[in-house]
């Protein structure tokens, strides 16, 4: 299943826990949890707090050439691979009679992957039954049946995946999304900025390299009418400001409807491939499009291209998809693309961590529970829980005195957040993987079976009864998420530890690190797209007229705020692309502050080494986003993901928020004063 939620971080945020093994000093920083050399005391707050809070650190920071960051988030990364890989050795140092099936297969999996001598000496024999099938494809009804291959997993022009409803969150649905495109967003495509089209240019380098790797003829003709589809699919796409708009991607239609809708792609060869029967128990199978209009010029581009150009189009997205498990060619050749172009990384993750990667991608759940046992102890889930219930009641409180809504719409908020489901550090029941075959010794038939057992256990609960104890994270995972289907805050084991939270560290501190957090996954209920579900997860409106068109008029301010913030030289974020993360910022640092503020129960708070509580807070939340990032990663960042630059995530909420100037002296002289009335305030 693919749940609809959102995530705090494009890999990363932060929650609670106490220390959990000695790999980690208590407290993470100082004596009472904030790093005060990082502060660089040359920068005024109110020109730019990020650089105010991480100054100092950031002109000494270096990034790994493996990796394309460095700082908070990266370092629980890090932690996070090292205890996994310590898990999976130790693994290793287990007779095989003695491992259990699922340690057995993870061993088995792991060990494969390491093989390199073995997957260089095979070249592309494991892979040579798939190209010669892609290479004979002789129709367009071929080619839509290749493009459902759960088995190749190679790139289809529409995405399907097993949802729950938005509008029945007790049903499955199944949902179609414009997909195809080999580069992260269609921007890529589209943009004639000097920085895009050079990466336009590795693209097609790209492609003709690898089809030569493939050992096919005119590659350079090849990969310019795979670079011209790929634009022509771009062209008629949705923006990503289009796609995250819930009232204009929600469509559902019967499977005739499709049909009827997309009349130039062979829905029932794609779906027969995809092993979804067209038939429900009430008659015919429901799904539900997103980009509705985009759908129609896609169908009518793929009946026009040529077969053999879409030949061309598969194998290379094939390749790419397997270039990790094939030889070193193919793989240090995608990752010249991928991970370099892209990303800025100017070598490869050492093949153990990526090994480890494999692991908790395909057997996520059964790597997980071994991670639990041995270092999520159950106090740590105890004290994560009071702090969630902490600032659930801080948002009850400001919801009660909020002056822009009224008591219709305060009323049905208020019934949101008392319904709101927290899930911490690892699920009730874990999966069974039993029926997932591992062989030792066949790497490629190992993902191929591990991919086709995940689809066919999404596709067996269609007409089942909706499991709402599902994940859809792993616990290893540094990141945690909202789920808008069953209004629930997830949290997994891997992020609730230092330097997010630390028992030994003040109160305030914890507040800005991991309240933050909360009180940014509690806002998704309640953001642009999150507000527009009720407490049971239902999409319906329960807004008035009113407080919609205000909510929207300050959400509208926030959109141009961001727009003006700029990354790179001449690169702007795209506020209407960032808007749900940006009020999820915004509104979990002001409930995080009420929070803090709740606990003091009336009493001051300290004076330590000179800081109040306030600018205790503010330092610790400027300083869970410390990072120093690659120009590479942070153009695609920008240009193709939901999260806003980790500086303008510490600079766009702080200079909203009148507590902020009144805890550093922030003057309108300043870059980022903003005039009280154009501050927003949301909740």
Partial sequence: MTARFSAVLVLSCALVAPALSQDIPSPQFGKWGIDLRSVDHGVRPGDNFFDYANGAWVKKALIPAERSQTGSFQDLQILSEKRMRAIVDDLGKKPQSARPDDERKLRDLYDDFQDKKAIDAAGLAPVQKDLDNLGGLKTLDDVARAMASTQMATTSLFEISINVDDKNPDSYSINLTQSGLGMPDRNYYLSDDAATLKTRSAYHAYLADVMQLAGLDDAQVRADRILALETEIAKVQWSRADRRDQDKIYNPMPFSGLKSLATQFNWDIFFAALEIPTKAAGGERQVIVAEKSAFPPMAKIFAATPVSTWRDYLVVHYLHTYARYLPAKFDERDFAFYGTVLSGNTRQLDRPIRGIRL????????????????????????????????????????????????????????????????????????????????????????????????????????????????????????????????????????????????????????????????????????????????????????????????????????VKQYDAFEPLPGLHVIGQNTLGENIADNAGLAIALKAYHLSLNGKPAPVIDGLTGDQRFYLSMGQIWRVRQRASALRTQTLSDEHTAAEFRVIGPTRNQDEWYDAFAVKPSDKYYLPPQERVRLW
């Fill in 359 to 558: 692991l908790d991608k395909m057997m996520g759940e059964a790597l997980g529970r071994l991670y639990v046992a041995r270092y999520f102890p159950p106090e740590a889930k105890a004290k994560a829980e009071i702090l969630v219930g902490n600032v659930l009641k801080a948002y009850e409180a400001d919801i009660k005195t909020l002056s822009w809504m009224t008591p219709a719409t305060r009323e049905k908020a208020l019934e949101k957040i008392r319904q709101f489901t927290p899930k911490i550090g690892y699920p009730d029941h874990w999966r069974d993987y039993s029926a997932y075959e591992v062989r030792r010794g066949d790497l490629i038939g190992n993902i191929q079976r591990g991919q086709l057992f995940e689809w066919r256990r999404n596709v067996a609960r269609i007409n089942q009864p909706v499991d709402r104890s599902e994940w859809g994270m792993t616990t290893p995972t540094i990141n945690a998420y909202y789920n808008t289907a069953f209004n629930e805050i997830v949290f997994p084991a891997a992020i609730l530890q230092p330097p997010f939270f630390d028992p030994t560290a003040d109160d305030a501190v914890n507040y800005g690190g991991i309240g933050m957090v909360i009180g940014h996954e509690i806002s998704h209920g309640f953001d642009d797209q999150g507000s527009k579900y009720d407490g049971h997860g239902v999409y319906q409106d329960w807004w008035t007229k009113e407080d919609r068109a205000n909510f929207d008029a300050r959400t509208a301010a926030l």
